[in-house]
């Protein structure tokens, strides 16, 4: 049981913090307001370190379910416990995207662009095409899983320093990859909150763009075994 509390913790702090830097950069009157990409991409790889230091010693952070299906893909993971893990992150994800609208809820009322709301929730793509965008969010996921699963190989030593890697790992991708999709490579970070938006009474919210949700859920599960699958490759052509 506390392995899947430490996963609805982790992806909360993820989410609360994630989606926190985009409300305080896209709301009006917010102090942040307009402050760009890099805040939003430096945020978002706070939001990860701090999740997985404050978890990772308890359920190892997946805090996506694309990293735990990647995972027990290769092994690497109980597949009788990725669906419980699953459910937390899914669960955390919708608490935080409501802790952020509890922070923001003034804002919210002060700003007028229904899209700009569902930015603070869920991923959008800024060139619409599901063949790219679906591969722009497989490719970045695969990055993802291969980059933690290089950080955390015993090798490298790092020890208390891998939840800092990882953060900037996705500080990187964001920074690299995001552009096209706002690389949600998490599908809990964005099914979550997606819901959270469309129960929330979010004054001019608009729509939740479910025709667009299948993306940013399933692609990021296809990369997530990809990359877990690229690397160990990898490590027995190199062992």
Known sequence: ?????????????????GN??????????????????IVITTGWGFAVAIAVYVTGWVSGAHINPAVTIGLASVGAFDW??????????????????????????????ETEDAGGKLA??????????????????????????????GITNGNNNVGPMAALLVGILVWSLGLSLGG???????????????????????????DSDWGYAWVPIVAPIVGGVIGANIYMICLSVWS
Not at 123 to 144: C, D, H, Q, Y
């Open 1 to 17: 049981m506390g392995v899947y509390l430490a996963e609805f913790i982790g992806t909360m702090i993820l989410v609360l913090l």
């Open 20 to 37: 926190g830097v985009v409300a305080n950069v896209v709301l009006n009157k917010s102090k942040g307001n307009d402050s760009g990409w």
């Open 80 to 109: 009788g416990m990725v669906p419980g893990y699953i459910v937390a992150q899914v669960a955390g994800a919708f608490t935080g995207a409501i802790l952020v609208y509890l922070t923001y809820k003034q804002h919210y009322d």
């Open 120 to 149: 603070t929730f869920s991923t959008g793509p800024a060139i619409r095409g599901a063949k790219w965008n679906f591969i722009t969010e497989v490719i970045g996921t695969a990055m993802l899983v291969l980059g933690v699963m």
């Open 180 to 206: 096209p999709t706002g690389y949600a490579i998490n599908p809990a970070r964005d099914l979550g909150p997606r819901i959270a938006h469309a129960l929330l009474p979010i004054k001019g919210k608009g």
